[in-house]
């Protein structure tokens, strides 16, 4: 009688958000652009951050190319159906936050050797 009592709790805990995944319409652009934007980010520099920790500043410089791994997980959920709308859109969001990166330090080190 208890268990029932305590499964019934637990569904009803677990449907408590379900309607935002599935009647909005914009749940996986949104989280999927900020998880790129946040993956294109966080993901390298926590890499060299932890490559730093473990070895020589030359021995990480050396491994640092292997955070391309990383693009393995991305790539991986293009090829499900069920994951591929939130990947499209985490690539969207890879990309557009390099290009803003890219812009932006292009813009600085311009000015920066101009003056």
Known sequence: METEQVDQVEDQRDRSF???HHSHPTFAGITGFFAGMLYVTAVPGAFVGILR???SYETA???FPF???ALALPIAMLVKRKTRRFAQF???GMIVTAMVVL???SL???FMVDA
């Open 61 to 63: 410089e050396k491994l």
């Open 90 to 92: 985490m690539f969207v």
């Open 18 to 20: 379900e309607w935002w």
């Open 53 to 55: 920790l473990l070895f």
């Open 108 to 110: 600085v080190l311009y």
């Open 67 to 69: 955070v391309l791994i």
């Open 103 to 105: 812009g932006v330090a």
